[in-house]
């Protein structure tokens, strides 16, 4: 620790989530909303601010509570907080964003199962302080919304020709109706996921190449 | 001579001089190579293919090439990303892409079969480990991506000849008219590429039966559960058989060596549920035919199919006997 310092160690607790456990494609949780209402890239925007928000909550909460809540029945106290912010962000996206709020339906209230926020708190804002539980909420918040507007991205391209609205290709042209119905969103993710796994590979040293990348990390607990 | 192979046995590792290597089983060599079989069978497509050119001109040749183009664009691909040597035999595109082919309606623009056997072939056949691996028939994935893919281009049924726009004869019967049996017999009705035409689908299918290329378990399983739920509902066996692509797909489709149940009665058994799936479609579901999802449910039960009707020895027979 003789060159502690405080940011740096803030960006590394961020970068992880960020980059290195991608919780869709690298932890490989959180698929229902990835597979589910990914049809449009700005979905992948709401959703993401929406759970970014909650685990930034949560863990910020609970890492400041973490003395005081009785192990035996800390789930249950995660839930109840979870809940809450949940709550919140439900209503203030059915205020602010109707059409999109609509769209992402029972995925919002659903976060509060979500496996990342359950996990992230368990196995990190549980026991670290809350200025470290923060820096890690924003790189697994901003990672998973990285990840489903990729995927978002893709289907939107693909499937209506579109680009967060914008039109991509001309008119006329035919688009990919498969990317807009639920098989396409399980062959994007697929291929995206195929995709990361050859390139881990290919910068992996040569020692580790022929063996297998373990996709789930040390520290993923639910 | 015992006594030397304990010997052998006993200093085991210690092995030098040339080894036999046993490959996996089966040993037994039949007359009919791969080659022969994908050969047979291509020959066996080329009547349907003509009727088709003669039906609806020379754009069902090219709609043939488009596919089998698209098919073998897609293996030259993936052998590209496997790292193998780029160009393989071209029997199985041929293959795939002619079934693709002829299930595809007169009046597509030709990119429609490039892409729908790419995709068939790179997603069902290619990921899953190459020609011999597949578990879903790679030109019926490809057709499903196609139909919910680009609906509005999977419709353009034309009448032979005139080549204009028509109603297929079954959604014709569905309507309460539909056309009397010796016309759709003779195949000049609306349809797809290769579907109309009975006598050239029998032609192409008896060979096939004939060199045993093809079992006639599952035509007969197929055509006989279209023949019995089209009496028992419809009052009009012949119609059902003859209309659609009932034959095209019980001889060319449900005979696939690859992505069909490896016993003999497990074949019968997905020909009857590739009917059934197929008339369900037909009489209660919203699309007018449905082999090709017929087909692919029938394709995801292989393996409980194989394991019900796994062949056991007789009672009294001994291991070795």
Redesign the interface.
């Known amino acids: 620790m003789a060159q502690y310092s405080f940011w740096r160690e803030k960006w590394r607790l961020i970068s992880e989530g960020l980059f290195r456990d991608t919780p869709p494609f690298f932890l490989v949780i959180g698929l229902c909303p990835a597979l589910a209402v990914t049809t449009a890239a700005i979905n992948g925007v709401i959703m993401g601010i929406a759970v970014t928000f909650v685990l930034m909550g949560a863990e910020v909460i609970i890492s400041l509570l973490r003395k005081w809540i009785p192990r035996t029945i800390r789930i249950p106290v995660y839930v109840i907080i979870i809940a809450v912010l949940v709550t919140v962000i439900d209503l203030v996206l059915a205020g602010t964003v109707p059409a999109i709020h609509r769209v992402l339906g029972i995925f919002v209230p659903l976060i509060v199962v979500n496996c990342i926020i359950l996990g992230r708190v368990e196995a990190f804002a549980a026991h670290n302080t809350p200025a470290n539980a923060a820096a890690d909420a924003l790189g697994y918040g901003l990672g998973y919304m990285w990840a489903l507007v990729a995927i978002g991205s893709i289907r939107e391209i693909l499937g209506n020709g579109t680009w967060f609205g914008l039109q991509i290709f001309p008119e006329g042209l035919p688009t990919v109706d498969l990317f807009k119905l639920a098989p396409g969103a399980f062959v994007t993710m697929a291929a995206v996921l195929a995709a990361l796994n050859v390139i881990r590979r290919r910068r992996a040293p040569t020692s580790e190449k022929n063996a297998a990348i373990p996709v789930v990390s040390r520290n993923a607990a639910a | 001579m015992s006594t030397q192979t304990t010997t052998a046995a006993q200093d085991g590792v210690a092995t030098q001089g040339p080894t036999l290597i046993i490959g996996p089983a089966p040993y037994v060599h039949a007359p009919l190579t791969r080659q022969a079989i994908l050969a047979v069978f291509i020959t066996a497509v080329v009547p349907v293919l003509g009727v088709a050119t003669y039906f609806f001109g020379w754009r069902a040749l090219g709609v043939a090439v488009a596919a089998v183009a698209g098919a073998y664009g897609a293996e030259v691909v993936a052998h590209w990303a496997r790292q193998r040597s780029l160009f393989g035999s071209p029997g199985p595109a041929l293959v795939t892409g002619l079934v693709l082919a002829l299930a595809l309606p007169p009046a597509v623009p030709l990119w429609i079969p490039f892409i729908g056997a790419f995709f068939g072939v790179l ?1 069902a056949q290619e990921l899953f480990g190459g020609y011999g691996y597949q578990i879903f028939h790679p030109a019926m994935v490809g057709w499903v ?1 196609l139909v ?6 999977m419709e353009g049924w034309l009448e032979p000849f005139e080549l204009v726009t028509a109603a297929t004869p079954l959604s014709q019967i569905r309507a309460g008219a539909g056309p009397d049996l010796w016309t759709l017999f003779a195949g000049t009705t609306a349809g797809a590429l290769g579907e109309t035409s009975v006598p050239a689908i029998l032609l192409g299918g008896l060979l096939l039966l004939v060199t045993r290329v093809a079992d006639w378990r599952p035509v007969v399983g197929m055509l006989g559960t279209v023949a019995l739920m089209g009496w028992a509902f419809t009052g009009n066996p012949l119609a059902e058989l003859m209309a659609g692509a009932a034959l095209f797909g019980a001889f060319f489709v449900a005979t696939d060596p690859v992505t069909t149940p490896l016993t003999r009665w497990g074949r019968f058994l997905f020909g009857v549920g590739v009917g059934l799936v197929m008339m369900v479609i037909r009489l209660w579901a919203s699309r007018p035919e449905g082999v090709a999802f017929a087909i692919l449910f029938m394709n995801s039960l292989v393996p409980l199919v194989n394991l019900l009707t796994r062949p056991r020895p007789k009672k009294g027979a001994t291991a070795g006997a």
Not at chain 2, 148 to 153: A, E, G, L, N, R
Request: aromatic content about 38%.
């Open positions: 997603v991506f919910i893919s680009f609906p509005s281009f």
